[in-house]
């Protein structure tokens, strides 16, 4: 059964939320990079975004969705996120007033944690399992009468994500393709939707670690398959199955999706580090890495501009050693 | 001070900007609302960390590079060739620039320079010569290029053309920043600092400019104090390693004429200040560009009066910075 289907209009309504509260990020290029794909690639710094990634474009649509839906005082909200969720709806609710419990992994990075607490927001930790996650939220929401804002099933939340499309169109003159890391899968829902109703010949693929495959055996089998345990990899926001609200719009229109190893992560990371100097967290570069990979370059072979969404930069700066490869492969 | 002449004008940043332009990056200014919290100004950072190469100085290392071509235009059969010393981001610089525009550059590195900074050299097409770890090895060898091939010579920041070149970055601030009340500057040899001084004089004369210094190479400061120049006595010890030059004969009387003051701080304050703009701005900048930041969070700065000092342009020089180093592990 699937949800009611978020539309452009939606995503429309969403960026006139967000306007004047989350960044229009800029999209930066870098000549090292394009020699190294063949192409001109268009870097979309979502690392630049309020609370440090893409989230808080959805977190704010459907906190301000909630807050004006409701007559009197808003209710709380809650929610169970690795990290970027957590931060961007802490933020995000405390923009609007509202107050936040945020349900977070054990092993979330300690930046993460503080961070959630430094934007207000309340933090509850539990075990890393996606079982875990879910109870615990549950039984919060219940005992604050809190309602949950999903960190990627949620339409507004989708919606939230669908505005990058909207300002990528606007930003990237003759764009040919857009590559998204996936996790839940709300951005890839969002801006695929976004880019084949608005510009259907561009094409739009998901970027996954090989280590959390799921999105991309979904796609190949035509269902969804999530995996039955929780996937260890350095790109730690995309641990999470791609969801049963985002999966159709990925179904339908997602172009493919491209898997990379921990290795090609750790490349992709020490290019934008020390060629774009940019700071990118490893679930952020994702796409990157996919960008330089030998699949993408055999498939989009004739493309010339495809835009890559930078999805995040918050990460504990003293593992960094660990997520960088020791030499350049050129 | 009308009637004093310094070794550039505002023309010459102004012919730098048509020079130096189809060639660099028209770098972003970007804010931080947790950094104009904890500074309490409205701060506004000039990006120069995403310039090519990595820094501010690719800027007039275009100009210089562009001015020797111009300058050789009868000498059609010359191979035209540049020399420079410096380890630094100037030869990163020198390099590039030189590649862009068909010129080949000599660039003296001393021997233990860093595997990286040389890889980086190379990567840009610059021909690396290697002299001993000393002042008088750089200065020699360099010489001894410039007689054996011809080359010019580009001085990191005492080069007219050099600093000319640096001074184009406040056209792009100006378009960008609405209201800009004050400017501040990391200073080394003093080439930003004393082109941005001379084009903002004519550009935006009530705004004030504001050097920032390590403590531990505090020349500068030394200087404005004194009246007079004064180098560092011995090579100095801090974590800014591209601020590490003295301010020189060139650029010493612009600093001197059209400097506000210079803000010194601590290798603790930059270190805190280089964390904070990753963490916080989620850019890379190295050590020495973290030196405006924590100018600006000192208690020297926030006794300045609000009124005249809530709309500040930080400049981010550069970028390169050795990720298997970082200051705080």
């Known amino acids: 059964m699937e949800a009611e289907r978020v539309t452009v209009p939606d995503v429309e309504t969403a960026a006139g939320r967000l306007e004047g509260h989350a960044r229009e990020t800029p999209v930066l290029t870098c000549g090292t990079l394009d020699d190294l794909a063949g192409k001109r690639l268009y870097f979309k710094c979502e690392n630049l975004q309020k609370s440090g990634s893409f989230k808080f474009r959805g977190a704010y649509n459907a906190i301000s969705r909630l807050v004006s839906s409701t007559n009197q005082n808003p209710p709380p909200v809650v929610t169970h996120s690795s990290g970027n969720h957590a931060c961007a709806l802490a933020l995000a609710a405390h923009q609007l007033d509202v107050t936040a419990h945020v349900v977070m992994p054990r092993t979330a990075p300690q930046c993460k944690k503080e961070t959630v607490r430094g934007y207000g927001g309340k933090v509850i930790e539990c075990t890393p399992t996606e079982q875990a996650r879910v109870e615990t939220m549950e039984r919060i929401s219940a005992q604050e009468g809190a309602v949950y804002i999903s960190s990627s099933q949620h339409p507004d939340v989708i919606a939230g994500q669908g505005t990058m499309g909207l300002e990528l169109l606007r930003q990237v003159p003759d764009l040919d393709a857009v590559i998204t890391p996936v996790g839940g899968g709300g951005m890839l829902a969002g801006v695929s939707l976004v880019m084949k109703s608005l510009n259907p010949h561009v094409r739009v693929y998901g970027a996954e670690p090989e280590l959390a495959n799921d999105a991309a055996t979904s796609l190949a089998q035509g269902e969804r398959c999530p995996l039955s345990y929780y996937p260890e990899t350095i790109a730690d926001g995309l641990r999470i199955n791609m969801g049963p609200v985002a999966w159709p719009y990925i179904r339908d229109n997602v172009d493919d999706i491209i898997c990379v190893t921990e290795e090609e992560i750790k490349n992709a990371m020490t290019l934008i580090w020390q060629r774009m100097k940019l700071v990118v967290e490893p679930s952020g570069v994702v796409g990157v890495a996919a960008a330089l990979s030998d699949s993408f370059k055999a498939r989009e072979e004739a493309a010339k501009n495809v835009a890559v969404i930078l999805s995040g930069g918050n990460l504990d700066l003293l593992k960094l050693p660990d997520l960088l490869s020791m030499s350049e492969h050129v | ?329």
């Open chain 2, 1 to 329: 001070m009308a009637g004093k002449s310094y070794c550039i004008s505002f023309q010459n940043i102004q012919a730098a900007l048509s020079t130096v332009r189809p060639f660099i990056h028209r770098t972003p200014v970007m804010t931080c609302s947790h950094l104009n919290q904890l500074s309490n100004r409205n701060l506004y950072f000039k990006c120069e960390n995403l310039q090519k190469t990595g820094s501010f100085k690719f800027r007039g290392a275009c100009n210089a590079v562009s001015k020797v071509i111009a300058s050789n235009q009868n000498s059609t059969d010359k191979e035209l060739s540049v020399v420079t010393h410096s380890s630094g981001n100037h030869a990163q610089a020198v390099s590039l620039a030189a590649q862009l525009q068909g010129v080949t550059a000599h660039i003296v590195m001393p021997s233990n320079s860093p595997a990286v900074k040389k890889e980086a050299v190379r990567s840009y097409g610059g021909q690396i010569v290697e002299c001993e770890p000393t002042e008088q090895s750089r200065v020699d060898t360099a010489d001894q290029v410039a007689e054996r091939t011809g080359a010019t010579m580009v001085h990191p920041n005492q080069s007219p053309d050099v600093m000319a070149g640096q001074g184009t970055m406040v056209f792009e601030i100006l378009e960008q920043v609405e209201r800009v009340d004050a400017i501040v500057v990391p200073v080394g040899g003093g080439g930003m600092l004393s082109g941005v001084a001379v084009a903002a004089k004519e550009l935006c004369p009530h705004a004030k400019i504001y050097a920032a210094e390590p403590k531990n190479a505090d020349d500068c400061a030394v200087s404005m104090l004194r009246g007079e120049l004064t180098p560092l006595p011995a090579p100095p010890v801090t974590v800014c390693d591209a601020l590490k030059t003295s301010i020189g004969p060139h650029t010493w009387p612009i600093i001197r004429d059209h400097v506000d003051d210079v803000i010194t701080v601590t290798e603790e304050e930059v270190k805190a200040a280089m964390r904070l703009v990753w963490e916080r701005m989620k850019l890379v900048i190295e050590p020495s560009s973290a030196v405006g930041v924590a100018a600006v969070m000192t208690d020297r700065f926030r006794s300045l009066p609000a009124d005249e000092h809530q709309n500040v342009v930080v400049i981010l020089c550069g970028g390169n910075v050795d990720l298997e180093h970082l200051p705080w592990m």
